[in-house]
């Protein structure tokens, strides 16, 4: 299983809409590194739900519930999506700050990448991320 970290602006989809619909498809991706990203997905990965903007922080847990595949909302055809299932909520929400707070963790893609919305999480910091959010790994 590999391990992900996907951005929403909580204005435009929160946790709360992703909770209420179950499975959504993760659409209007247009950068080429997210979109490989995406493409390197398998079902059943899991994937931290990052509220951007002004909250700036991890407050759930989503699991790839499809494979790659053509992006409704793109009218050119070069980026696709991928759907993810709502699975828990983070009990306490991990903000970038306590991320960023933590040295273990200044390797991550999130830290280097910072405007990228889907990043890589390795399993290290994937424990040690649910730990800081007292949520089963």
């Known amino acids: 299983m590999k391990y992900w970290l996907i951005k929403s602006e909580p204005g435009s989809w929160s946790w709360d809409d992703q909770v209420r619909v179950g499975v959504e498809p993760w659409d209007g991706v247009r950068n080429y590194q997210a979109t490989n990203n995406m493409k390197a997905m398998e079902i059943g990965d899991r994937a931290f739900f990052y509220h951007s903007v002004k909250e700036k922080c991890i407050v759930g847990i989503v699991e790839v519930a499809s494979d790659y595949y053509p992006d409704h909302t793109d009218p050119k055809g070069r980026f696709g999506m991928v759907d993810f299932k709502a699975l828990k909520p983070v009990p306490k929400p991990v903000s970038l700050a306590d991320i ?15 405007r990228l919305s889907v990043v890589p999480i390795d399993a290290k910091s994937w424990k040690i991320i649910c730990k800081m959010g007292r949520v089963d790994a």
Do not use: C, G, P, W
Request: no cysteine; charged share 40%.
């Open 100 to 114: 960023k707070a933590d040295e273990r963790l200044s390797e991550l893609a999130l830290m280097k990448q910072s």
